[in-house]
């Protein structure tokens, strides 16, 4: 099975995030600035948001898919305010025409003194367990 992992990280939450992810599946961890080139069969994708929303960058990245290069995609993703990035990525894939897995993951991020520490050890090692299931 081939597996890409692609994020966007402002303040770095989601790149500590995408690490645990390469650690699990051994696939690398890239940045959105990096196209899938080739196909996959499961797209782990995530992202934080700011202002309610995800970064633009991100939502570049999504319309660039397609599902001939993309089989799946698994969100994950962290926010402290809002409850979930996740909603926004999955209704941009689905656009798209991708399929997005219903299984997905989001933690708590920080912004400044709010959830502080976040995604901390914990965060991290619920999201070690998720990706073990979704393989």
């Known amino acids: 099975m ?5 994020y966007f990280s402002k303040f ?4 500590k995030m995408a690490d645990v992810v390469a650690e699990v599946t051994g696939a690398s961890a890239k940045t959105v600035e990096f196209p899938i080139t080739e196909e ?15 970064n ?5 990245f999504i319309k660039s898919l397609t599902p001939g ?12 305010i809002i409850k979930s990035p ?3 990525m999955q209704k941009l894939l689905e656009a798209q025409g991708i399929a997005v897995d219903e299984r997905s993951f989001t933690c708590r991020g920080s ?23 979704t393989l």
Do not use: T, W
Request: charged share 20%.
């Open 86 to 88: 996740v909603p926004q």
């Open 111 to 133: 912004m400044g003194p709010l959830h502080a520490g976040h995604p901390n050890k914990k965060d991290l090692d619920n999201l070690r367990q998720f990706v073990e299931s």
């Open 40 to 54: 996959v069969d499961v797209l782990y994708l995530g992202s934080g948001v700011m202002l309610g929303k995800i």
């Open 56 to 60: 633009g960058k991100m939502v570049d």
């Open 12 to 15: 770095g939450h989601s790149a």
């Open 2 to 6: 081939k597996i890409a992992i692609r």
């Open 69 to 80: 290069k993309v089989r799946k995609v698994i969100c994950f993703g962290s926010c402290a």
